[in-house]
Structures are given as C-alpha cells and as structure tokens.
C-alpha cells in the first residue's frame, strides 16, 4: 500500500446554540451546559510527513509564538503519548476568527490530533486523542469527536444530538474576546440552575455570559441589535461572533449582503457530521479514528 505522504484537512467552526453556567469547580473552571454544532465554514490544515521527528509549524499566526501554537501542541502531545519518531511540517489556512467563539484554535488542535494518528499510524482511539485534546483546551473533544452534542463538565461530557441543520448568518464584531476575562469577571453568574436536554428542545437558548460580555465589550451589543431585524440574534461561547439562524438559504444570504455593508459577515451551514469527519470518510454510527 502507497504511504500517504501529504494531508490536507478541515477544521471547522463551532457555534454554541446554548451557553449555560451552572457551577464551578476546585479549579475555577465553570462548569457548563451547552450545545455544539458545527458549521461548514472552516481553517485548512496541511499535515505533511517529516522522517527526521521535527515538528514545524510553516505558517506561524500573528501574535502566536510557534510554540504556543495549538496545533503544535497537539502534535507534540500526540507525539509524547504515543512515543513515535515521524515528525511533521504543519500549514494552517486560517479563516476563522481569532477569539470569536468559534472555536478555531481548538478545532485547529483538533484536526491535527486525528490526521496526524492517520499519517503517523499511530493507532490511538477516539475516546484517547478526545483525552489528549481536554488537556489541550475544553473545546478540543467536541471537535475530535465531530458530532454536534449536548455537552456537560467544562464541555467534554458529550451527547450527541440530532439538531436541525440551518443556515446561520455570523457577524465577527470588531473586538476580540478572551475567554479568561469573560469567566474572570466578578458580575457573571455561576450558580444557575441546571435543566435537561429536553429544555433545550422544547427552546431554550440562553447564553449565561452574554450580559458581562455586552458590559465589556459595546460593539458586541451593536452587533445584536443589527442582526435583530432579521433574525433572533444569540452570542456564541463568550463572543466576540453572533449568529442567527434562516431555515432558508436565500433569506440568509439576502440578511448577509444587508449587514455587510456595514458589518464583517458570513454565511454558513449547520452541521451535525463534522467537516473533519466527512473528508476523512468517517461512518456517522462508527467509534473506529
Ligand atoms: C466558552 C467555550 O467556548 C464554550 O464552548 C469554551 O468552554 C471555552 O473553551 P476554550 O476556549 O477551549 O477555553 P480554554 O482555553 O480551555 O480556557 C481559557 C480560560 O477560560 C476559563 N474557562 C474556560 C472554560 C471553562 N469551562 N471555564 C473557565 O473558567 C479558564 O480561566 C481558562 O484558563
Ligand atoms: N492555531 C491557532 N488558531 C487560533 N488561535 C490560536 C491557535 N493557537 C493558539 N491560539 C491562541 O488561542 C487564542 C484563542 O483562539 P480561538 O480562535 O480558538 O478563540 P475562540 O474562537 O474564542 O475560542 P473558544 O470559542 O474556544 O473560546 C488565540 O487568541 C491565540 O492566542
């Protein structure tokens, strides 16, 4: 059999339909309610294989030091856990924004840790690199996953769930969010009462950081009431993106062409199945990486 030498893989974003915080724990991260869908608009990552164990990041992102760099985290993670001696030259196309709520430095972790354990062989289950990933960031597992989930813990405890797949209109505000001040802030509340899935279903779609999010950030505020007149306007994780949700593509896209005259927009699709998983050819039912 041919070695694949070269990959190129998605890595998608995420929206949070549902942001809730219900608790805390001894190590002052919040324990959450939330769910995870995927969009199809996404980062690209190029995978290509080193003999000689280096691994190194050809497309270093502003203000990223290399190291510190999500996706060479993961690489020497899987490296350490699984002891290989493969090294890799890692490219990332990057499309989503930077402290958005999109998730994309984790999804970008992500599609590393599962395309790397394909070009290296080095065998690891799903439930071991979704392990290596929650080290990695409380958003890696969804995305090593790849399904759209109900999600509990600080975001590793997942349910899958079958949701609509709309098209959502996304506006990226002109401010970056760190997550770190959103759940620093003395004005967030963290004792919410828990509820079910079925709540969720039946229509909640709180966001618990939304009200110290709009205290931080203004423009975040503006941004909802322009995405107000077409749709209800949600924030996702701690922002800085909102979303609306359009069961028809053509009004999406009629809102998008509206807004961005003024506004940084973006039209995309629901997703249940991972973009990652899709390219991969991943069966929906199976647990095999
Ligand atoms: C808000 C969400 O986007 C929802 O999907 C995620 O929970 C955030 O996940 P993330 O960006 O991967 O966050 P991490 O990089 O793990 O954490 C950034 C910082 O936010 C705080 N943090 C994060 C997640 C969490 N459940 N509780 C926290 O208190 C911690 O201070 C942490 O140091
Ligand atoms: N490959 C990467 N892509 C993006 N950010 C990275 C990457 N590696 C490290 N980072 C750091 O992680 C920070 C958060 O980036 P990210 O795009 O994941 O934010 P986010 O979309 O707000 O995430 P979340 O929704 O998980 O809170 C960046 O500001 C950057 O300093």
Same mark, same amino acid.
Request: proline share 7%.
């Given at each position: ?12 974003? &995420? ?7 219900? @608790? ?33 990041? &050809? ?34 196309? &990057? ?39 929650? &080290? ?68 909640? $779609? ?78 929906? @039912?199976?647990? $095999?990486?």
């Amino acid at each position: 059999m041919e070695e694949i030498e070269t990959l190129r893989l998605p890595a998608p974003a &995420k929206l949070n339909l549902l942001l809730r915080v219900v @608790g805390r724990r001894e190590d002052g991260y919040h324990l959450l309610q939330t769910v995870f869908q995927f969009i199809d608009r996404c980062d690209w990552i190029t995978l290509g294989r080193r003999t000689d164990g280096e691994i190194h990041l &050809k497309t270093p992102l502003p203000g990223v030091p290399p190291e510190a760099d999500l996706t060479v985290r993961a690489a020497r993670a899987l490296a350490a856990a699984t002891g290989t001696r493969a090294g890799v030259d890692i490219g990332i196309e &990057k499309n989503l924004p930077m402290g958005g709520g999109l998730g994309g430095g984790s999804s970008d972790a992500a599609t590393v840790l599962v395309g790397l354990n394909r070009l290296w062989h080095t065998g690891l289950g799903v439930e071991a690199l979704m392990e290596l990933g929650l &080290k990695l960031g409380a958003d890696v597992p969804v995305f090593v996953n790849g399904r759209s989930a109900w999600a509990e813990g600080v975001g590793e405890q997942l349910t899958p769930l079958d949701l609509p797949e709309p098209w959502y209109v996304v506006v990226v505000p002109d401010c970056h969010v760190a997550t770190r001040t959103v759940f620093s802030s003395p004005n967030l509340t963290r004792d919410n009462k828990p509820i079910i899935i079925a709540d969720f279903i039946a229509g909640r $779609q709180e966001n618990h950081c939304l009200p110290v999010v709009m205290e931080l950030y203004p423009e975040i505020g503006a941004a909802m009431d322009d995405l107000s007149r077409y749709s209800e306007p949600r924030l996702t994780g701690t922002g800085a993106c909102v979303f609306a949700a359009f069961a028809d593509e053509r009004q999406a896209r009629q809102a998008a062409v509206d807004l961005g005259s003024t506004r940084s927009v973006f039209v995309a699709k629901g997703e249940n199945l991972s973009p990652l998983q899709r390219a991969l050819g991943f069966d929906p @039912g199976s647990r $095999q990486s």
